[in-house]
T-cell receptor
Framework: DSGVTQTPKHLITATGQRVTLRCSPR?????VYWYQQSLDQGLQFLIQ???????AKGNILERFSAQQFPDLHSELNLSSLELGDSALYFC????????????FGPGTRLLVL | GENVEQHPSTLSVQEGDSAVIKCTYS??????FPWYKQELGKRPQLIID?????GEKKDQRIAVTLNKTAKHFSLHITETQPEDSAVYFC??????????FGSGTKLNVKP
């Protein structure tokens, strides 16, 4: 157990809908990362937050947004969902958001029908 | 942006043999290179990492080498065991803290 928690574990929804994924980092970690893992594209870095502020942006679609709250938990919002958004979404956390170990959560499996 | 290529996509070795996985990157500004192991149905876990000011790093049966000039880095696993069977991902941290992952190598260690 990495200490990073994600909810929900599984999510099934329909195209066009909006969902929110939640992540709580390890105690003491200030940085949160979001990743998408699909079968055909491997691990894709989406976005990173550090202490409430966006620090780095990867291949995140405009339909997706995220934020990190004062208590350091983070939410990833996915809207206007498409079939291709079906994937495993991981959150990871690290102490200071630099060149250091990232601890991954168990992931949220999203299925868009 | 950065582009990370990883080879091979699958690797099958006999228990006790060595396994080598190679990655190349395109952005010379990349300066941090972690390797992750992901077992089936589980989360990725960091197994080793290397910074650009170091050429090699070793941790028991696992080692990583970095050639900045050629822009490639490799993971070496010696004396492989069945529990080493997993998917391994390399990654590079480029400008502005962005992470780029390789496509993964499925390692199968046959007992």
């Amino acid at each position: 157990d990495s200490g990073v928690t994600q909810t929900p574990k599984h999510l099934i929804t329909a195209t066009g809908q909006r969902v929110t994924l939640r992540c709580s980092p390890r105690s003491g970690d200030l940085s949160v990362y979001w990743y998408q893992q699909s079968l055909d594209q491997g691990l894709q870095f989406l976005i990173q937050y550090y202490n409430g502020e966006e620090r780095a942006k990867g291949n995140i679609l405009e339909r997706f947004s995220a934020q990190q709250f004062p208590d350091l938990h983070s939410e990833l919002n996915l809207s206007s969902l498409e079939l291709g958004d079906s994937a495993l979404y991981f959150c990871a956390s690290s102490t200071s958001g630099g060149k250091e170990t990232q601890y991954f959560g168990p992931g949220t499996r999203l299925l868009v029908l | 942006g950065e582009n990370v290529e990883q080879h091979p996509s699958t690797l099958s070795v006999q228990e006790g043999d060595s396994a080598v996985i190679k990655c190349t990157y395109s952005d010379s500004a990349s300066n941090y290179f972690p390797w992750y192991k992901q077992e089936l149905g589980k989360r990725p876990q960091l197994i080793i990492d290397i910074r650009s000011n170091v050429g090699e790093k070793k941790d028991q049966r696992i080692a990583v080498t970095l050639n900045k000039t050629a822009k490639h880095f490799s993971l070496h696993i010696t004396e492989t065991q069945p529990e080493d069977s997993a998917v391994y991902f390399c990654a590079a941290m480029g400008n502005f803290n962005k992470f780029y992952f390789g496509s993964g190598t499925k390692l199968n260690v046959k007992p």
